[in-house]
Nanobody, 124 residues
Framework: QVQLVESGGGLVQAGGSLRLSCAASGRTFSSDAMGWFRQPPGKDREFVAVITWTGGSTYYTDSVKGRFTISRDNAKKTVYLQMNSLQPEDTGVYYC?????????????????WGQGTQVTVSS
């Protein structure tokens, strides 16, 4: 069993920044790839970013490239999402998740453990 807890969400103005954290516990390993997803109001949950266990391989959805940075601190068992230049379309509930060990994609059905989510609201 893996437990993930997100924190760091809040209300910011357009152009502002937030840093989300996801603390992992339970049967976790540094080899686990970890991802961030978000669910805008009235829309499906969508992929945002993923980082491999090495921390040297990352992938982002096109809409956040150049603005968001995913990272991890294995000693603290925590994954982060630094979000800069936030825009209203970034508003939503943000979730961290572990990718299945036998998966390699970005689709949400390839992730098996999820946090409770943290709300991010960007005002215009």
């Amino acid at each position: 069993q893996v437990q993930l807890v997100e924190s760091g969400g809040g209300l910011v103005q357009a152009g502002g920044s937030l840093r989300l954290s996801c603390a992992a516990s339970g049967r976790t390993f540094s080899s686990d790839a970890m991802g961030w997803f978000r669910q805008p109001p009235g829309k499906d949950r969508e992929f945002v970013a993923v980082i491999t266990w090495t921390g040297g391989s990352t992938y982002y959805t096109d809409s956040v490239k150049g603005r968001f940075t995913i990272s991890r601190d294995n000693a603290k068992k925590t994954v982060y999402l630094q979000m800069n230049s936030l825009q209203p379309e970034d508003t939503g509930v943000y979730y961290c998740a572990r990718r299945r060990p036998d998966s390699r994609g970005t689709a949400k059905d390839q992730y098996d453990y999820w946090g409770q989510g943290t709300q991010v609201t960007v005002s215009s």
